[in-house]
């Protein structure tokens, strides 16, 4: 059964880079059929989509709201994939959240259990 | 990006009832709807696809309808374990966007 689990620093000041790692488990993240993707909520909030990619790294798309700050990027050697959000603000502090998308419908059918990053001096 | 408006913001029912709870577009999203539940400091389930497809695992408590703009979570009967908050996202356009959520709470 896969797994997915994020990590990262829970704290990050203003201005700097926040990072973030997801680690699939219990399932070949190369074998394709699936997107990664980074969807964060804020404290007592909805959901946002920050963007997903392809394991190859060959298909990726950001919410336009974020994308000149944001990076994904993939390492299949290590069966991850991982997120660069740039000079961050404290309305970046939220759960973040990795998860599996499935290709037959843009839909999360496995959830990381959420990190929460606090973007505070 | 299309903007989904969910109703009501909190929904009160008692055990054994049913629940509906509504989730509109702005624009057409066509059957690209899935329904998501959430509790406390967990991380959503998946349960409704295709506006009315369910995922893997779920009971058939859990129904889904609509097309368009209009969609509509109904869990028949609920159990104690059905109270939470549940989300709509489409997948029609891109950036996928999630509605602000609906609170079922326990009457």
């Known amino acids: 059964q896969v797994q997915l689990q994020e990590s990262g620093p829970g704290l990050v000041k203003p201005s700097q880079t926040l990072s973030l790692t997801c680690t699939v488990s219990?399932?070949?993240?190369?074998?394709?059929?699936?997107?990664w993707s980074w969807i964060r909520q804020h404290p007592g909030q909805g959901l946002e989509w920050l963007g997903y990619?392809?394991?190859?790294?060959?298909?990726?798309h950001y919410n336009p709201s974020l994308k000149s700050r944001l990076t994904m990027s993939v390492d299949t050697s290590r069966n991850q994939f991982s997120l660069r959000l740039r000079s961050v603000t404290a309305a970046d502090t939220a759960v973040y959240y990795c998860?599996?998308?499935?290709?037959?419908?843009?839909?999360?059918?496995?959830w990381g259990q959420g990190t929460t990053v606090t973007v505070s001096s | 990006e299309i903007v989904m408006t969910q109703s009501p913001a909190t929904l009160t029912v008692s055990p054994g009832e049913r629940a509906t709870l509504s989730c509109r577009g702005s624009q057409s999203v066509s059957s690209n709807l899935a329904w998501y539940q959430q509790k406390p400091g967990r991380a959503p389930r998946l349960l409704i696809y295709?506006?009315?497809s369910r995922a893997t695992g779920i009971s058939v408590r859990f129904s889904g309808s609509g097309s368009g703009t209009e969609f509509t979570l109904t869990i028949s009967s609920l159990q104690s374990e059905d109270f939470a908050v549940y989300f709509c996202?489409?997948?029609?356009?891109?950036?996928?966007?999630f509605g602000q959520g609906t609170k079922l709470e326990i009457k």
């Open positions: 998860a599996r998308v499935m290709f037959i419908a843009a839909v999360v059918d496995v």
């Open positions: 295709g506006a009315s």
């Open positions: 990619t392809y394991y190859s790294g060959s298909s990726t």
């Open positions: 996202q489409q997948y029609n356009n891109w950036p996928y966007t």
């Open positions: 219990g399932d070949s993240f190369s074998s394709g059929g699936y997107y």
